[in-house]
Structure formats: C-alpha cells, structure tokens
C-alpha cells in the first residue's frame, strides 16, 4: 500500500494574519509556545524535493512548476510533499562568474566603497527583505513575491519550501534600510565581519541589538503572507554555530501564525549543540554536502549512529539531500553533469540507511530528466515505512566491512534489520538474533524484494554485493 500522508489538522491554532494588531491577536488566539510549534510539523521525517543538486541557484518559475507536476503526479502518494526552491532566489542571473574555487559561483561583487557593482542584481523592499527575481519568477511581479507560485504548490496537494541564508543583505546594510516594528535600521543590527565563507550576500545579525528580533519577524512574517511550509536556513551551523540567530528564526516562526518546517544548513553540525538543535529545529544537517561518492556515503554511517539518540517527532538529523538522477545540470554545482555516480548496489544503501536512520529524505536529482529505474528507488512503499513510522532507530554494529542497524515497528513490535556490505566485494553478511535479545524463530520480508523469504532462528544471513545492502522485516512466530 501507498506511504499515507499526515494531515496535520491545527485545530487548536488559529492563523493570525501577519498584518494583525497585537490587540486583536490576544483576544482571538490562543498562545502556542515555541516548542509546541517544532512539534506541530514534522512528525515525521520531512520528504520532499529540492533544486540544489540538479539546479544550483538557477532554477526558474516554468523548470519548478514543471517539477511540482511531476511530484503530483508520481511521487506525492508515496509522501514526497515538499518542493522546495533552494538559494539565491531575488537574484536574475546568479552565478555569471567563475572563481578559483567554483565555475559559476553566485558571489555579488563590490566597488571599494563598499556599495554594489550590479545593484539591479539584488530585488528587495524598502525593509531589506528579499524578494524573488521577476527575471526568473514572473508570477512573483507586482510586489506578489512566491505567493502564486505558492498557490500553485498547494492546489497540486504540496507542500511549498524556500531556501535562506542567515543574516541581512549586504546591499541593504549599505542602503541603511528600515526594519519593519523597529526604529532600528539594517546598520545598527548587522555585524558585518560576520559573513558567511562561501557565499557573500549577506552579514550576521547580532541577536542582542534592538530591531534583531524584529528583522527576522518581518522576514517570516512576509514568508507565512506567502504560504511557505518549509524553510532552509542555510549558514547557521558551520563554523562557528549561530546560536543567537538560530534561536531568532526559531522565534519568528512562532510569531507568525504558520506552521513552517525549519531545516539547519550545512553541516556536519557539532554534536555539542544537540539539545540546542532539538529545542531550535525541526531538522539539521549531520554531515557536509553530501554527494555521489562512496567514501561520502561510507562517513554517514559514522555521523547518523552518533546523532540516533537525538531521533524523534519534530526533530531529525539530516544526512542531507539524495544524489542520484541527473544532477548538477550544466556542470554547476559539483562535477559534471551527469547521473549519479553511485552504483546500482550504492543506491539500495543510501536509500536503506536513510530510511532506517530516520533521516529526511529530500531528492536531489532532476526529476524531469531522471530515468524511472532511478525512480524506483523512491517509491517502495515498505522501505519508506520504515523510515516514516519505526522506532528505536539504531546502529548494532560497523566492524570488518559490515554493518547492521535495527529499529522496531510501533504497531506490532516486528523487528527491521538493515544489512551493509561495506566490503570491496560480495559476501555474506551475518546478524546474530540473540545479539539483540531476539529469541524464538521469525518469519523474514525482504523489502526490496516485497516478498517472504523464509524463517530463520538464530542467525540473519544474505549474500550482499559490493556496497550494497538488504533490509528486511522479522515477525516473531508464536510457538
């Protein structure tokens, strides 16, 4: 059967409209407390598409829509909800340049006195926030910004995400924009040796200057007008970790009168600030961007076992977006264009470990270009059922080429038991039941396969190939 979607009904949350008079808010809502909002979305691990791997920041209105129908029409009965469009979105033509380090970067450029080469290149209001590129978003002309593009989402029964980066434009601080609800301007909140390594739009915000608080409400409140669901925040964990300006997006969600997703970017977050992250977020990166090599893939293993006891309803570590499918179209934003470089056997692992490691799934490869044996991977509805519903997510063992992660299913007690040959060739891999306390004989379920494929009593076996993997389900037979 299909991966059922989670409607979440807010019946106890009454939306308040982001132009609502405090007055009027106090006397028909009823307050939910921070917290209360994380948990309010996400229940389970998010699943979605993003434009990144395939698209960089280049992605534009009539390429998204065309995606969003593909998703309606194939992926969204399985639970892949989200569409989400990632960086660089008020720009019109980012990525016109190369540098020494990245063919197309999406770097603005600057005179000496600090003001923008190509102020045209930055679409934004007279508060500093900013808005989507007319050039590549026409629905998004006449101060609209992503609403109709938004509508468009929902009437297809999607779900509608955009892409962040932490801080305030640096177009804007040198302007001295206004903040919206604040006498404060862009310069009086804006730390500007504070920006981020690798993409220089914006500076950092400083959370304890008046008008910070206020800067990053305008900001969700604008989102929450346009009918956002998710957002990325990008440049919040590496390095350092923003705490402060975690905490403000956090706390402008709240406000806003709609529930958002919130996903930390980019990782690998530092495991110090896990209680930090659960309290702040709904998702957070686990590891660096993640692409198609297996030695990327062979590292996750190590980071999802190390963040499996911060698992659970509101909260999840993310191993980052799936790889596979066409990516990096036009040769930006890794390597060539090309499929992925993962083997067929590299697909059931990243898939298995993803599943049982409860980590958001979020395709990243072209959906309209990806061959339907790629597909495939993404539409086995007993594999996703372990990644949407199981519990007690956990890594067993990671010795002499192998691995094995086990997790329970909820409504009966089954047992999943993921196996990986991380060998350089094929053979057995082997899980002892009594490992795990498991007695008596069960019955196995290929997942992959969807078919039974015996009992067993004492011991898990399967012939695996070279960086592949099997995940199967045990059901206690009463004796």
Known sequence: MKIAKIIHAFVCLTVISCNTKPSQAESSTVKVDEQNVLELVAQTPPMGWNSFDAYDCRINEQEFKATVDYMAENLLEYGWEYAVIDYIWWHPE??????????GHPNIRFNEDGSPLYPEYTTMDEYGRLLPSVER????AGGKGFKPISDYVHAKGL????????????VAT?????????????????????????????????????GAQE???????????WGVDFIKADDTMFHPYHAGEIEMIHKAIAQC????????????????????????????????????????????????????????????????????????????????ERMSNFTVPEHYTLMSLWSIAKSPLMMGGDLLTTPESTMQF????????????SVDNRQVKKENGQAIWIATDPANGDKFVALFNLSEKERDVKFRLEDEALRGSFKVRDLWEKKDVGVVKDELSAKIESHGAKIFRLTSIIE
């Open 159 to 170: 779900k509608f995400g955009i892409h962040i980066m932490r801080g305030i434009h640096r």
């Open 378 to 389: 993404l539409k086995n509805e007993e594999v996703l059922y372990v990644n949407q519903q």
């Open 94 to 103: 980012p990525g016109n340049w190369d540098t020494p380090r990245r063919k």
């Open 257 to 336: 009168g709609r529930p958002m997703v919130l996903s930390l970017s980019c990782g690998e977050a530092p495991l110090s600030r896990a209680d930090h992250l659960v309290e702040n977020s709904n998702m957070w990166r686990v590891s660096g961007d993640f692409w198609d090599n297996w030695e990327s893939l062979e590292h996750n293993f190590d980071l999802l076992n190390s963040w499996s006891p911060f698992i659970g309803k509101g909260h999840w570590p993310d191993g980052d977006m799936l790889p596979i499918g066409k990516i990096s179209l036009q040769d930006r934003p890794h390597g060539v």
């Open 174 to 210: 040198f302007n001295d924009t206004k903040i919206m609800g604040s006498t404060a301007t862009a310069k009086d909140i804006a730390e500007p040796f504070d920006t981020c390594g690798w993409c220089n739009h914006m500076y950092g915000v400083d959370a304890t200057k008046d």
């Open 137 to 140: 978003f026409p629905s998004a």
């Open 215 to 225: 800067y990053y409400n305008s900001l969700f409140n604008l989102y929450a007008q």
